[in-house]
């Protein structure tokens, strides 16, 4: 019944546009699926409810594209959902390996978003007294474990990861404290009340400053020779051996963590990315180019995407920002999310799940061929490329709130990355842990308010006991290491 | 790799110390639960014990490492203090040039005088690339840009 709702012409026809759009709104940095999806809402007041739906769902996904495109051909995260795609993504298109990389990203976002929808259709109603049982200590053991998880990307050195998590958390505790009202670290400026804006942190500590390192040698080409041939647009059989795992994981990753209300596909994108690294037989070759760390976070924020409906049509919860303006969309058609809206309109909701099944599809067909096209802006020379990426990453950021002062945190992490690549510190850690921060700390005191102070709420409820053992484990698995591998070495020598 | 280590570690430090001190002045917890100054203050401390630790692991190094120079020779560096400069000027005469005039001369600055191009080369990419990012932010999606006083 769904899909015969959903292949209405009209239907299909602004499903089609809403993905174009999308993906051309994902692509700039800054203006992302949650901006897309409100400037449409105006729009959508002619349509019917469910075109309406139907089209900013199509924006959705689209954009959650688009992002990965410019994070793989130019180190810029078009949304935090993309940070995690730039690491073995833009890796890839350095070696020449671009059209692997997008048609990856296109693919496993496909399968992903697939899986989340046939687990919507199959288990929603079971997934909302989950989604419900998570806690301020699920939430705070979750993200902790997220943190964790994270730092551990700190390549050649562990320390050094931690301190880039540390630096961001301190970073995101810019600004009014949300329960005390406080304001810190404000230096008395208007603009940093609101705390700092992700959006230039993430394009200066990625984009800007890696247009610097590779100023540094103008002369050398930044980009192997990508060659053209169709065969080496698209994913080879190998590449996608290395990644069935990946898929696997991140879809399952994705869609458990969208459904929770507040954690989204950012969460679900390292959280993937980061288990990947773990399972994998070569974690150390992560970051240099490998397509596993493609398909798992793309997989995973798109499945996220999907499951983050879950709570939204079930229990009439947003699970995020874009969830929640599609909410105050539905609410402004009519149609009331919750309980009900199964039951008394039938039609609609399986509509919208049928449109997000179509959309996936749409996406594959829009992007593949665009591939090719997108693989040649690598062949344009650096010496173009550098001010085009220089400008778009300041317009994009400038765009977001229409404030000047947000290039200037995009030109200051410019700069800090530029000293952080240049010390070996990662940047992704400090760019996650902006991004978490929020919830840690919220959780964090919620949790220890309730328990009046005790931490042993953490360890007496199983799920928040389960993450908070797992994040501990993760963070002192490499001292463990390296004190086994002394007390063997010690072993060996006096054999000898 | 190692000296720099060490300024870096020392740097953090300080960093560590200033949040501890900002968030010793915030209001102190009270039954309701951690304050603000809560996180800060724990950040602090593991902070300055990571560097610390980062200090001492790059002191007890015995050389200064294989991978040579951090910083890239005196060329390499004036480049990139040339991009930084320019983004910083062009950054801040954002709203007194307007968006127009502004992006064209920075383009222009970046491919003439950080990359040295023809000036053939240098106006084409300026003319361009002002006219798609205003095309593309301004036309399609209806952003506001800066203007000037002349009203472009």
């Known amino acids: 019944m ?99 990389a997008l048609g990856m990203a296109a693919l496993s976002s496909f399968i992903a978003g697939t899986f989340a929808v046939l687990m919507l259709t199959l288990i929603a109603p079971a997934l909302a007294d989950y989604a419900v049982s998570f806690g301020p200590p699920e939430y705070f053991a979750l993200t902790f474990m997220g943190l964790t998880m994270v730092t551990s990307l700190g390549g050649d050195s562990p320390l050094k ?15 009014i404290d949300a329960i005390s009202g406080e304001a810190r670290f404000t230096f008395d400026s ?39 041939s169709i065969r080496s647009l698209f994913p080879n059989l190998q590449d996608w051996k290395d990644s069935l795992g990946a898929l696997w994981r991140g879809s399952a990753i994705g869609f458990f963590v969208g459904v929770l209300p507040g954690a989204g596909a950012t969460i679900a994108s390292f959280m993937a990315y980061a288990a990947e690294r773990k399972c994998s037989r070569r974690p150390e070759k992560f970051g240099t180019g490998l397509i596993e760390g493609v398909a798992a976070p793309e997989g995973a924020n798109n499945s996220a995407a999907g499951g983050a409906m879950v709570p939204l049509l079930t229990l009439g919860i947003p699970g995020s920002g874009t969830t929640a303006v599609l909410m105050g969309a539905l609410i402004i058609h009519g149609l009331r999310p919750g309980p009900l809206l199964f039951s008394a309109h039938p039609d609609f909701v399986w509509g919208l799940i049928a449109s997000m099944y179509i959309g996936n599809v749409m996406l594959i067909i829009q992007n593949m061929p665009m591939i090719g096209l997108w693989v040649r802006l690598l062949k344009v020379p650096y010496k173009i490329l550098m001010p085009l990426i ?25 700069l800090i990355g530029y000293l952080m690549q240049k010390m070996h510190y990662p940047p992704a850690p400090l760019v996650l842990a902006l991004v978490l921060g929020p919830m840690v700390e919220r959780s964090l005191r919620q949790s220890l308010t309730l328990s009046h102070g005790s931490l042993d709420i953490f360890f ?18 490499p001292l463990f290491r390296i004190l086994w591998n002394r007390y063997r070495k010690g072993k060996a020598a006096p054999a000898q | 790799m190692k000296k720099a280590d060490i300024i870096t570690g020392i740097v953090l430090l300080a960093l560590a110390g200033y949040l501890m001190q900002e968030a010793l002045g915030m209001p102190p917890s009270r039954t309701f639960g951690p304050g ?44 990139v203090v040339k991009v930084l400069g320019g983004l910083a000027l062009f950054t801040l005469l954002m709203e007194t040039l307007g968006f127009v005039v502004n992006t064209f001369i920075f383009v222009a600055y970046l491919m003439g005088v950080v990359q040295r191009e023809g000036w053939r080369s240098v106006f084409l990419t300026a003319l361009l690339t002002t006219a798609c990012l205003y095309i593309v932010f301004h036309v399609l999606l209806g952003i506001a840009l800066p203007r000037n006083m002349f009203g472009f």
């Open chain 1, 2 to 100: 769904g899909f015969q709702v959903a292949s209405s012409w009209e239907n299909l026809l602004f499903c089609f546009l809403g993905t174009l759009l999308g993906t051309l709104i994902g692509v700039l940095p800054g203006i992302g699926p949650t901006t897309g999806v409100a400037i449409l809402i105006p729009i959508t007041f002619g349509m019917n409810a469910t075109t309406a739906i139907i089209t900013m769902a199509g924006v959705y996904y689209g954009a959650m594209y688009g992002g990965s495109t410019t994070s793989i051909l130019l180190n810029v995260p078009g949304e935090s959902s993309s940070v995690m795609t730039t690491l073995d993504g833009y890796q890839m298109a350095k070696k020449g390996r671009a059209g692997p």
């Open chain 1, 161 to 175: 990861g931690i301190i880039s998590g540390i630096l961001g958390l301190a970073v995101a505790c810019i600004g």
């Open chain 1, 190 to 228: 208007i603009h940093l009340l609101d705390g700092v804006g992700f959006i230039g942190v993430a394009v200066g500590l990625f984009a800007v400053s890696e247009v610097l390192v590779n100023m540094e040698a103008p002369m050398k080409r930044v980009f192997t020779e990508t060659k053209l």
């Open chain 1, 390 to 414: 220089i400008m778009i990453s300041a317009v994009g950021v400038f765009a977001t709130d229409n404030n000047i002062f947000d290039v200037w945190i995009m030109f200051f992490f410019g």
């Open chain 1, 460 to 477: 007496t409820r199983p799920i928040s006991a389960t993450l908070t053992a797992i994040a501990l484990l993760s963070l002192f698995a």
């Open chain 2, 36 to 79: 603000s100054g809560f996180l800060p203050f724990w950040l602090g401390i593991i902070l300055a014990a990571l560097s610390l630790i980062l200090i001492a692991t790059a002191s007890l190094r015995r050389k200064a490492g294989p991978d040579g120079p951090v910083f890239p020779g005196k060329e390499g560096l004036l480049t």
